[in-house]
């Protein structure tokens, strides 16, 4: 069922037109419509940094349901992930300023929503597995999810399924590596854990999920 969503805002956003004057010459009158191109993400950042709701509202409209989905996979529940995306969105309103489109901002906005999340887990006592071991951990790719993005539509449901049955630490590494593509140094500034750990979270991760998927599928 795709969730809805109301803007706490509650502006509705209109696409602008703007018509050009009349020109005339010496046998008819044309009118010319020109449609005004759509502002960029960076614009209207930059923009509802001034106060400018309207533009904030539209920022809210092309990029809630990105959030919602990835706050939904890392938590797996439709209330926790609803009230989250709300929370992204406050703080990005009181953040936009600081936004200065050196990387793109989705990529940004991402960044928002997983450290929202992260902090989500901390105050509800989520702690990551510790290791004392920061050596290397056998790359073992659970067979068909290399790339999850791009799996058959059938496949990735399932995949899904299985996911939301992982332990919270396995999960969110799960998601940060295999399906958001970070790198283990990253995941472990992120949460605040040593690179050992997080790639020790992914191993256990693919090995607990290889067993969900092998159950699905009956045991083949």
Known sequence: MEATFTSPWQLTAKPKRRTAAPTRDKQTTVSVTETIKPATDFELTQAASTGDLQAFEQLYERHNRRVYSLCLRMTTNTAEAEDLTQEVFIQ????????????????????????????????????????????????????????????????????????????????????????????????????????????SQLHKGRMKLRGLLRQQSGGK
């Open 92 to 199: 990005l309103f009181r953040k936009t300023g600081s936004f200065r489109g050196e990387s793109a901002f989705t990529t940004w906005l991402h960044r928002l929503t997983v450290n929202q999340v992260l902090m989500h887990f901390r105050k509800r006592g989520v702690k990551m597995e510790q290791t004392t071991d920061d050596g290397e951990t056998p790359i073992q790719i659970v067979k068909g999810t290399e790339n999850p993005n791009r799996m058959p539509v059938v496949d990735r449901i399932a995949l899904d399924k299985a996911i939301s049955q992982l332990p919270p630490g396995y999960r969110t590494v799960f998601l940060l590596h295999d399906v958001e593509g970070h790198e283990h140094e990253e995941i472990a500034r992120m949460l605040g854990v040593s690179v050992g750990t997080s790639k």
